[in-house]
């Protein structure tokens, strides 16, 4: 491991001055649960680290009257169902508690997990990718069996996001604050985990002068209920090989207002616009479900090696409906 320079600023002005000082060379440090193995893997060399766990201010969950913000170091064990202005937001603390293990979770923070980079062996094993920075993608005739089925034919690289809170967030309407020296931004998930196409090297927008600083989420309609289902090799220590998550409300029987999103299938959570289309205004019945669920992925492509991510997302997608009405179908 390369020697860096260890910062604890006391305020997020001193913070971000030390960032505009590093000249793109400063790393954030949240629970360090990724980017010390970034730096061991030589995916990250920054010759200054800016630790932002002293920084109250960005740290905890707070209610307001339009929703709720969350501080980006708090950590995952934190958006727990006990925690009163998040339990509007059932998909994102079953998805927290989803992540890796408790160790894990009582380390990692959310800011951190939304900046984490793909879990592709071929990118963490030091191979010329195109997200190190070179101009090829060695797992599209390799090891494919966790590579995207959605969207891919748009993407250069073929790694799915990692991230389950994310996924979560995407049900509802989820913004990133994002603040440097010079001002502030507020940029909607989507677009937040979507850089430019020829920006291939990069996984967020975030400029090497800004600081995730808090996640803010707008109350969701009355009535909406949620919930993220997670399908991984084993319960816990495993990324999702496809989940879903759903914010739904039910009136008598009728779907009034419905939001999905997939993750492990493609570069971001995938918004499943198709099945949300297919059931919107209409009644739910488990046969109007199933094939919602498979009108989305019906745009799916596969590699030789990730097939069988078609029907657990299929799966997934079906679960989190019924698991978010209650299972009153
Ligand atoms: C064994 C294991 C299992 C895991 N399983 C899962 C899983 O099942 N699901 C899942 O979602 N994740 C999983 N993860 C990933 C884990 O959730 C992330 O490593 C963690 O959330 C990152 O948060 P952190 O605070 O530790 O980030 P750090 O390691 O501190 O930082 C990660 C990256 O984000 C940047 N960063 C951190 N905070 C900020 C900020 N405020 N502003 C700007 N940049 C910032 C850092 O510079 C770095 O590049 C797993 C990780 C491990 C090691
Ligand atoms: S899928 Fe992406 S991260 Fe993996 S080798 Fe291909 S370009 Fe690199």
């Given at each position: 491991?390369?020697?860096?320079?260890?910062?604890?600023?006391?305020?997020?002005?001193?913070?971000?001055?030390?960032?505009?000082?590093?000249?793109?060379?400063?790393?954030?440090?949240?629970?360090?649960?990724?980017?010390?193995?970034?730096?061991?893997?030589?995916?990250?060399?920054?010759?200054?680290?800016?630790?932002?766990?002293?920084?109250?201010?960005?740290r905890?969950?707070?209610?307001?009257?339009?929703?709720?913000?969350?501080?980006a170091?708090t950590?995952?064990?934190?958006?727990?169902?006990?925690?009163?202005?998040?339990?509007?937001?059932?998909?994102?603390?079953?998805?927290?508690?989803?992540?890796?293990?408790?160790q894990?979770?009582?380390?990692?923070t959310?800011?951190?997990?939304?900046?984490?980079?793909?879990?592709?062996?071929?990118?963490?094993?030091?191979?010329?990718?195109?997200k190190?920075?070179?101009?090829?993608?060695?797992?599209?005739?390799?090891?494919?069996?966790?590579?995207?089925?959605?969207?891919?034919?748009?993407t250069?690289?073929?790694?799915?996001?990692?991230?389950d809170?994310?996924?979560?967030?995407?049900v509802?309407?989820?913004?990133?604050?994002?603040?440097?020296?010079?001002?502030?931004?507020?940029?909607p998930?989507?677009?937040?985990?979507a850089?430019?196409?020829?920006?291939?090297g990069?996984?967020?927008?975030?400029?090497?002068?800004?600081?995730?600083?808090?996640?803010?989420?707008?109350?969701?309609?009355?009535?909406t209920?949620?919930?993220?289902?997670?399908?991984a090799?084993?319960?816990?220590?495993?990324?999702?090989?496809?989940?879903?998550a759903?914010?739904?409300?039910?009136d008598?029987?009728?779907?009034?207002?419905?939001?999905?999103?997939?993750?492990?299938?493609?570069?971001?959570?995938?918004?499943?616009?198709?099945?949300?289309?297919?059931?919107?205004?209409?009644?739910?019945?488990?046969a109007?479900?199933?094939?919602?669920?498979?009108?989305?992925?019906?745009?799916a492509?596969?590699?030789?090696?990730?097939?069988?991510?078609?029907?657990?997302?299929?799966?997934?997608?079906?679960?989190?409906?019924?698991?978010?009405?209650?299972?009153?179908?």
């Amino acid at each position: 491991m390369k020697p860096f320079k260890l910062l604890t600023p006391e305020s997020l002005t001193q913070a971000l001055a030390m960032f505009w000082g590093s000249e793109g060379k400063a790393a954030a440090l949240g629970g360090g649960t990724e980017l010390l193995n970034l730096i061991r893997t030589s995916l990250s060399d920054p010759g200054v680290i800016i630790d932002l766990k002293s920084l109250k201010r960005l740290r905890g969950v707070r209610s307001s009257r339009s929703g709720v913000a969350i501080g980006a170091t708090t950590q995952l064990s934190e958006l727990s169902p006990q925690c009163r202005p998040l339990q509007p937001f059932a998909a994102l603390t079953q998805a927290a508690a989803a992540v890796g293990t408790p160790q894990i979770r009582n380390r990692a923070t959310l800011g951190g997990n939304l900046c984490q980079r793909p879990r592709c062996l071929y990118l963490r094993s030091g191979f010329d990718c195109w997200k190190s920075g070179g101009t090829q993608c060695p797992a599209r005739h390799g090891e494919s069996s966790g590579l995207a089925i959605l969207g891919a034919e748009r993407t250069s690289c073929l790694a799915v996001h990692p991230s389950d809170p994310a996924v979560a967030l995407s049900v509802f309407d989820t913004r990133v604050k994002l603040v440097s020296a010079s001002g502030s931004r507020l940029v909607p998930l989507a677009q937040f985990l979507a850089p430019h196409e020829s920006d291939a090297g990069r996984d967020t927008v975030l400029r090497s002068d800004e600081l995730v600083t808090e996640v803010r989420i707008a109350s969701p309609r009355p009535g909406t209920r949620s919930a993220y289902v997670k399908v991984a090799d084993r319960a816990a220590f495993s990324f999702a090989l496809a989940s879903a998550a759903a914010a739904c409300v039910m009136d008598r029987g009728m779907l009034r207002h419905v939001r999905l999103a997939l993750g492990g299938v493609a570069g971001a959570p995938w918004r499943a616009r198709v099945a949300e289309e297919a059931l919107q205004g209409r009644k739910l019945t488990p046969a109007r479900l199933e094939s919602a669920a498979r009108a989305e992925l019906a745009a799916a492509r596969h590699l030789e090696r990730n097939g069988y991510k078609v029907d657990l997302a299929i799966g997934a997608l079906q679960e989190a409906v019924e698991r978010a009405v209650g299972g009153r179908l």
